[in-house]
């Protein structure tokens, strides 16, 4: 990957989003303080909290590539709920299926 294009396609459409938020979370932990919530939260919610990051990365992600020209623009709310709601749904799979290697 060397170009913009090619680092959003990855964050949207190859998982990227979940990599960086896995990546972030990790990167936090390293801070006392947020080490000392992070680990008062139920492990379930914690699963949560980073689906939810990795799914809000990837809708902003798509959302600057259609910004930037890469992809096209759906074309109404309807189209915009559908590829976001795609979007969403992969970086949780994916999210999803890290988090399943991790407990092995």
């Not at 972030?24 to 000392?36: D, G, R, T, V």
């Not at 795609?86 to 999210?95: A, E, T």
Request: charge should be neutral; avoid cysteine; charged fraction near 15%.
């Amino acid at each position: 990957m060397q170009t913009l294009p090619e680092w959003l396609q990855w964050l949207v459409f190859g998982g990227g989003a979940g990599v960086i938020a896995f990546g972030l979370i990790e990167l936090l932990q390293q801070w006392e303080q947020f080490k000392a919530v992070w680990d008062k939260i139920p492990p379930e919610v914690n699963r949560y909290i980073s689906f939810a990051i990795a799914a809000l990365l990837g809708g902003f992600g798509f959302w600057l590539q259609v910004r930037l020209g890469y992809e096209s623009g759906p074309g109404d709310l309807t189209v915009w709920l559908e590829r976001l709601f795609s979007i969403v749904v992969s970086q949780v799979v994916y999210s999803g299926f890290k988090l399943a290697q991790r407990r092995r």
